[in-house]
């Protein structure tokens, strides 16, 4: 008998497969224990020999029981802390937090390159009169980008600014020359498709002095480009024509495939100069308007312009 619980109790596995053990040979009605009711039946002489016989049995299996009894436990403890146990070695949990949104950024970044040439930001207001934003301009009644289709008027005269170049007008009729200015901010147009939003953000860079030549508009340009897009990108400079200024020009950048207009530059017209009460013999100029959503496609390839008004999470945290 003591053999067979032995072996049992050594078979074990957890602690209530050893507690049954313990019923059934230890319990009320075990058979350790009704082997003990037995010696009554026993003759006297028989029954000293017989009681100590059992009596080993019992506390052999009982000792038996409790050497388990600890090894089981001291496993079964084992098991459960390794359910709680910590990967310290994991990374912790991150909380999320923001950052400038790519167009902030590159705003940023342009800034400092403007900065680092000795260019002043300044700013001026999104709702512009057609004084400022045409006229002072040199951009005649007739002119096709005054158009009700292609600005947002609120009255004849006040409109939402369709360019950052009035902000030129602003500042060089509060201000004398020599100028070195740039204006980033928000301008409007009827416009909507993968290259083109109604809303959209230019920066105006102007610059005035003494004998300003087209030279000094393209070292600019050049400077700028290698420094936002890196010394290998492929720069286009192409005629054009804009009322405010003569010669025009419009730069565009190798988007890959393609080349993306990002720009419009020019020489200051002596027309604009004399609007605000500069001499166009003594003073000369560049100005260029940047559209800054068309930089940053370019800068980090996205192909479709309203990725940036989505607000699309996944899409603002790759920048
Ligand atoms: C102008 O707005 C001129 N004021 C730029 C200028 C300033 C010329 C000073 C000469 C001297 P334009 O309409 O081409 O020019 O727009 C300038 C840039 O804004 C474009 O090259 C393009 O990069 C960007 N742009 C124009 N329309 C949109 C639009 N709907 N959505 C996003 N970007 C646009």
Redesign the pocket.
């Known amino acids: 008998l003591v053999d067979e619980a032995i072996e049992e109790i050594n078979l074990a596995k957890n602690s209530t497969t050893l507690n049954n053990i313990r019923v059934k040979y230890l319990g009320k009605k075990g058979l350790v224990t009704s082997l003990m009711k037995k010696l009554k039946e026993l003759p006297q002489e028989e029954r000293p020999k017989f009681g100590a016989l059992v009596n080993d049995a019992k506390n052999t299996i009982q000792a038996k029981i409790n050497d388990k009894f600890q090894e089981i436990s001291a496993l079964e403890k084992m098991q459960k802390y390794e359910k709680l146990a910590v990967d310290i070695s994991l990374p912790g949990a991150r909380k999320d937090i923001g950052h400038l949104h790519i167009l902030s950024q590159v705003q940023k970044e342009l800034e400092d390159i403007f900065i680092s040439m000795g260019f002043e930001v300044v700013e001026g207001p999104e709702v512009e009169d057609t004084w400022h934003n045409f006229d002072a301009?040199n951009t005649p009644d007739w002119h096709p980008?005054r158009d009700v289709q292609d600005s947002f008027y609120f009255t004849e005269e006040k409109l939402l600014r369709?360019?950052?170049?009035p902000v030129?007008v602003r500042t060089m009729l509060k201000r004398k020359p020599p100028l070195a200015i740039v204006s980033p901010g928000r301008?409007y147009?009827r416009?909507?498709d993968s290259?083109?939003?109604?809303m959209?953000?230019?920066m105006?860079?102007?610059y005035i002095d003494q004998n300003v030549t087209i030279k000094h508009l393209k070292f600019t340009l050049e400077e700028m480009a290698k420094r936002i897009f890196g010394e290998n990108s492929k720069v286009r400079l192409r005629p054009?024509f804009?009322p405010?200024?003569e010669p025009?020009?419009?730069?565009d950048v190798w988007f890959g495939d393609t080349w993306?207009?990002?720009?419009?530059?020019?020489m200051?017209d002596p027309n604009v100069f004399k609007n605000v009460g500069y001499d166009p013999t003594k003073w000369s100029g560049?100005?260029?308007?940047?559209?800054?959503?068309?930089?940053a496609m370019v800068k980090y390839g996205i192909k479709d312009?309203r990725d940036f008004i989505r607000n699309d999470i996944k899409f603002l945290e790759n920048y």
């Not at 993306?260 to 020019?266: K, T």
């Open positions: 301009l980008a369709t360019h950052t170049s030129q301008v147009r416009d909507y290259t083109h939003l109604p959209f953000t230019q105006e860079v102007l054009s804009f405010f200024t025009s020009y419009e730069i993306l207009e990002i720009l419009g530059a020019g200051v560049f100005a260029f308007g940047l559209g800054l959503e068309r930089v312009i």
